[in-house]
């Protein structure tokens, strides 16, 4: 089964604070690799990534991917509390499953 | 425009019941994909239906089986409930393949 690992785990910073959340993937089978943000239940879509190298940004959050490295990362800067979530980083494939990791739980203190 | 829906919210039942579970695409959305997400852990592909058929599935036992109707809407179903199925159900839409899937807010199951 293919695997999408993240890290950290859970991470706790105050606000105003730089996160930068990692997400590496299996190969196989890779269309493109999804970030998503869970507050309460819905996960909301952030990013998908396809390209190797290109940075794509929303505000103060930006992602790249390394295709080669079968890595990703998503960067908040300036964070603020409501910036506190599980942040999800997922891989599809062609097939279009798509595998989640476990999650980083994001806490931002006031 | 409604995005996409799930009833119920909460459901409880006991070991053994059977569970249904329904999902409403979000409007031209043709596709739905069912997830269960444990605590703590990320969502996990459980099946995904494309006219009214199951197109791919996850690593989950026949237990676990779904519908589609014509007008998109789709059920979970599970059998013979387990502690172990406790979870978050999420439903996701998409317009065809490879596109971006929308979720839903879930359903909570608890089995007693």
């Known amino acids: 089964e293919d695997k999408v690992v993240q890290s950290p785990l859970s991470l706790v910073v105050h606000e105003g604070d730089t996160v930068t959340l990692n997400c590496s993937y299996e190969v196989t089978n890779f269309r493109s690799l999804l970030w998503y943000k869970q507050e309460k239940k819905a996960p909301t879509f952030l990013f998908m990534l396809t390209s190797s190298g290109i940075e794509k940004k929303s505000g103060r959050l930006s992602s790249i991917l390394d295709k080669k490295e079968l890595f990703s990362i998503l960067n908040i800067t300036a964070t603020q509390t409501g910036d506190s979530a599980v942040y999800l980083c997922a891989r599809r494939g062609r097939d279009d499953k798509i595998i989640f990791g476990k999650g980083t739980r994001l806490h931002i203190l006031p | 425009d409604a995005g996409v829906t799930q009833s119920p919210t909460h459901l409880i039942k006991t070991r053994g019941q059977q569970v249904t579970l329904r999902c409403s695409p979000k409007?031209?959305?043709?596709?739905v994909s069912w997830y269960q997400q444990a605590l703590g852990q990320g969502p996990q592909f459980i099946f995904q239906y494309y006219e009214e058929e199951e197109r791919q599935r996850g690593n989950f036992p026949d237990r676990f089986s779904g519908h589609q109707f014509p007008n998109y809407s789709s059920e979970l179903n599970v059998n013979a409930l387990l502690l172990g199925d406790s979870a978050l159900y999420l439903c996701?839409?998409?317009?065809?393949?490879?596109?971006?899937?929308?979720f839903g807010p879930g359903t909570r199951l608890t089995v007693l």
């Open positions: 996701a839409s998409s317009y065809g393949q490879g596109n971006e899937q929308f």
């Open positions: 409007s031209g959305h043709d596709t």
